[in-house]
C-alpha cells in the first residue's frame, strides 16, 4: 500500500466500472433472480448468456435486453447435467468470445420434515445446487481466469447464490440448508484459491425473495411457506447486490451478501 499523499484522483470516490466488452453467464436466468440479474448486467454493458431449461422464458429476457439496446445469447440446458453445463460455457466463450462473470443462480428449495421426506426432493436440490454449481465452475474457471489477465477490467467474477438458509439450518430446511452451506464452503476455499490471480468469488444470500422458487414445493408445504411469508423482496432488489459487487474496482472484493426484507426476523 502507498504511504505517499494521495492524489485528487485517489481521495476521489470509489469508481463504479461498467462491463462494457465483458461477457456474464447467468444460470437460471429463465424466472426470478437471474432474470433480473441477466437484465441488470446488460444494463451496465456485459453482453450475457442465458442459461435455463425453459426457452420460451429465456427468449422473453433475452428480447427485454436486446430491446434495451444489449447483447443476449440464449442457451437451453439443464446444468445438473455436466455435458450441458460444460457446454454452455463453450457455447457462450465460442459465440460471445469470452467469459469474465459467473452468476451460478440456478437453484431449488424443497423444504419440509426429514422425516418421510421424497428422496427425490433431496437429489433434486443436491443435483441442481450444488452438482450444477460445481460443473459450471468447473468448465467456466479457465476462462475466467484468462479474463482476468486481459482488457478491459483486469479482474473477473463468480458470484454464487446461497440464502439465509446458508448460514442459519432451521427445522424444515435441513436438506435446502445442507446445499447452501455447502455453497458457502466451497466459495470461501475458492475464494481463497485463486483470488490472487484476480478471480473474485462473492456469495449471495437472499431472504425471502417474491419468486416462483416456492411453487415447487408439494401442496401441503406449500401452504406452510405461504402461512409464513410476510414482506418479500423483489427478484431486482438481489440484482442489483450482484450488479454492485461486479461493478466494484479491480482492488476491492465483495465477499459476501446476506439481505433480508426488513421486517424478515430470522
Ligand atoms: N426467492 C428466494 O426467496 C430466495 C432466497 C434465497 C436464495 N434464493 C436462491 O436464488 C436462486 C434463484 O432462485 P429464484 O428465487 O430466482 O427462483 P426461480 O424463479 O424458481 O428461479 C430458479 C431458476 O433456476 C432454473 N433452473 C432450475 N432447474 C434448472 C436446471 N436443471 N438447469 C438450469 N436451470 C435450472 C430455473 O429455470 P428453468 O426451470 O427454466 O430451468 C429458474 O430460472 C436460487 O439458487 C435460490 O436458492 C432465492
Redesign the pocket.
Known sequence: MSMSTPTSDETAAPRRERLEGTVALV?????????ATARALAAQGAAVAL????KD?LDEVAAAVRDGGGTALVLE????DEVQAASAVAQTVGELGRLDTLVN?????LLGPVVDAPLSEWKNMVE??LL?LLYCTHAALPHLLAAAEDDPRHVADIVN?????GRFARNGNAVYSLT?FGVMAFSESLRQEITKRHVRVSLV?????A???AS?NRSEILENIRSQFGQTME?GDIADAIAYIVTRRREVTINEVLIRPTEQER
Open positions: 444460470t437460471g436466468a429463465s424466472s426470478g433472480i437471474g432474470a442459461a435455463a431449461r425453459r422464458r440446458c439443464d446444468v445438473t443462480n440456478a437453484g431449488v428449495m441442481l445446487n450444477g447464490l446461497s440464502s439465509v438458509a447452501k444470500e437472499p431472504g425471502a425473495t419468486t416462483e422458487l415447487h427478484a
